[in-house]
């Protein structure tokens, strides 16, 4: 057992590590755990055995973790340990990604600043995870959940700038075609307060302005068809559609669907994470070949999305049915993953 195989524990997290991970201190580039959150429920998963032409199959639920605590102190004293484990797995450019709600986020948070120090925090992210909450008999319905994101060390620590999918609002723009796509313009000259007396103008094409850019830019400009001229004279920049990355994701997760019923991913395991989600936190975080880690790995999403995104993955849970859930869900994957499964 080394830090180049994949790796399923079943098992306490606290123990796992103690006892099986001595020599994977500082080897984590990325830990991202999805822990209970005090929310007081028995959590099952729900799946159905196949039919055949007389049978329709039945859906069987078996139980796989109680989120039930005698109050807040003993969940809190169970996760502080947990968290301190985990952050000494970490490499200097890791970071660790917490996945809670409005349960127990903020008193989380305190134990993380403790643990990493107030520095090293870096994004509380939003991630809407319905779209439709449920009626509350009093205050809001509640809609989001929280990630908290710790760096080991923060100078230095980058995100890789993720994007999504442009919306009807962002499309807008792109009002403008040409036999390249769709295009917006941007503006070439001095707009509003930059827009002086005193600014330097020139003479470009016929008109003079306060142009932002260089002759030498513009003519290239020009020469590559990139300049639009509209009809009474004024030169904007074309930028065409198919070379925007799309949006840059900010700390407001609203672009990923929960896992749907129908879909291929589901395992019918409860509190089951979409792939997308796990694909944003280790794609923004991590390159290929780094080592990921979830120690409570639930239905074992983030070792599908690791092992697609060509990272290698260690994954701990401490339930029975997990732990079959992520077997499977592994051993179905098209493209063979091996790992070793340690009891
Ligand atoms: C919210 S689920 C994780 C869901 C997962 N993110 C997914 O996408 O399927 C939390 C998991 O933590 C596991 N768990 C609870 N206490 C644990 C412990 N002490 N050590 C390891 N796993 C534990 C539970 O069995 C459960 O599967």
């Not at 057992?1 to 997290?13: I, S």
């Not at 007081?40 to 639920?61: C, F, I, M, R, W």
């Not at 929280?146 to 807008?172: C, N, W």
Request: charged fraction near 25%; include cysteine; charge should be neutral.
């Amino acid at each position: 057992m080394g830090p180049h195989e994949n790796l399923l524990f079943k098992g306490d997290c606290l123990e796992i590590i103690q006892n099986k991970l001595e020599g994977f201190k500082g080897k984590f580039r990325l830990i991202y755990i999805d822990p209970p959150f005090l929310s007081g429920t028995q959590y099952s998963v729900k799946q159905k055995t196949p039919g055949d032409a007389e049978n329709a199959g039945t859906l069987l639920e078996t139980a796989t973790y109680s989120d039930k605590w005698d109050g807040l102190d003993e969940y809190l004293s169970f996760m502080k340990p947990r968290l301190k484990a985990m952050k000494d797995l970490l490499s200097n450019n890791g970071s660790l990604w917490v996945h809670l709600d409005w349960h127990v986020s903020h008193y989380v948070k305190l134990i993380l600043d403790e643990i990493f120090g107030y520095n090293h925090f870096v994004n509380e992210i939003i991630w809407k995870r319905t779209n439709s909450p449920k009626a509350q008999s009093k205050g809001f319905g509640t809609q989001h959940d929280v990630i908290l994101l710790y760096a080991v060390e923060p100078d230095g620590f980058q995100i890789q700038p993720m994007y999504r999918d442009h919306d009807t609002k962002s499309l807008k723009p792109y009002s403008y075609k040409d036999d390249k796509g769709r295009f917006r313009l941007i503006e070439i000259e001095a707009q509003g307060i930059q827009r002086t007396q005193e600014r330097k103008q020139y003479e470009w094409k016929g008109r003079t302005a306060p142009y932002l850019y260089k002759r030498a830019t513009l003519d290239n400009w020009w020469e590559t068809g990139l300049i639009y001229r509209s009809r009474n004279g004024r030169y904007t920049k074309k930028q065409y559609l198919n070379d925007s990355p799309g949006l840059l994701v900010s700390d407001l997760w609203h672009d990923i669907a929960p896992v749907q019923g129908a879909s291929k991913e589901n395992t019918g395991f409860l509190t089951q994470k979409p792939e997308a989600l796990l694909d944003r936190v280790i794609r923004s975080s991590t390159e290929e070949g780094d080592l990921v880690g979830d120690f409570f790995a639930g239905s074992g999403t983030t070792a599908v999305v690791a092992a697609n995104l060509n990272r290698r993955w260690v994954l701990c849970d401490d339930s029975e049915s997990s732990i079959d859930v992520i077997r499977k869900r592994i051993e179905g994957l098209e493209e063979h993953v091996k790992y070793e499964f340690v009891m």
